[in-house]
């Protein structure tokens, strides 16, 4: 969720900022794209595709999403010079890093979870999967809980989502990213 916000969010400002100067906004000069959707597939089949993630056990499934990350980041490494690829591949090093340490899911611990649920639902959870991504775990079994998925919105914001500091990482590199077309810093990345 907070990714699909920083994404428009970023491209707003990258114009207001290209009509603001007079110039144009310009289109990430990113190498290599084809790998970011490559990197999705198996994220996709695990997690969002309905008749592969029912087919899929547990393991296979964290396994999809450590490999989705994994590749990301060879994606970030080959654009490490495009403004805010940077900054988004600390936040996927600090989501595959919990994730890989906690059994291949993002932890979440029961408090967290519950502001999520209505309550009393969580009594009833049959497994330790909350969510299509997350695994819950008491904050005391979890390995480098600080990157897990503990933040949350104020209860006021009408969405109420669990979010990790590794999230707000690659949610301000893509904001970054976007917003950089306005300011023309592509132009410098081009040439190296």
């Known amino acids: 969720m907070i990714l699909l916000a920083a994404l428009p969010a970023g491209l707003l400002t990258g114009l207001l900022a290209a009509r603001w100067r007079r110039s144009r906004w310009e289109v990430p000069a990113l190498r290599f794209a084809w ?23 547990d393991e296979w499934a964290a396994a999809g999403l450590l490999l ?82 503990r933040l949350l919105p104020p209860v006021w914001f009408p969405y109420q989502v669990a979010f990790s500091l590794g999230d707000v990482f690659v949610a301000a590199g893509a904001f970054w990213l976007m917003a950089a077309g306005g300011f023309n810093f592509n132009k410098a990345s081009k040439g190296r």
């Open 35 to 57: 790998l970011a959707v490559v990197a999705f597939v198996p994220q996709y089949l695990a997690i969002y595709f309905l008749p592969t993630r029912g087919l899929l056990s």
């Open 68 to 149: 989705s990350q994994a590749l990301f980041l060879v994606f970030c490494w080959l654009n490490r010079r495009v403004p805010g690829i940077a900054v988004l591949a600390v936040g996927l090093v600090a989501n595959l890093l919990v994730m890989a340490l906690n059994g291949g899911f993002m932890p979440i611990s029961p408090e967290t979870a519950s502001r999520l649920v209505p309550p009393g639902m969580l009594d009833d959870w049959a497994s330790s999967r909350f969510g299509w991504k997350d695994i819950l775990l008491p904050l005391e079994d979890t390995r480098l809980a600080l990157l897990s998925d």
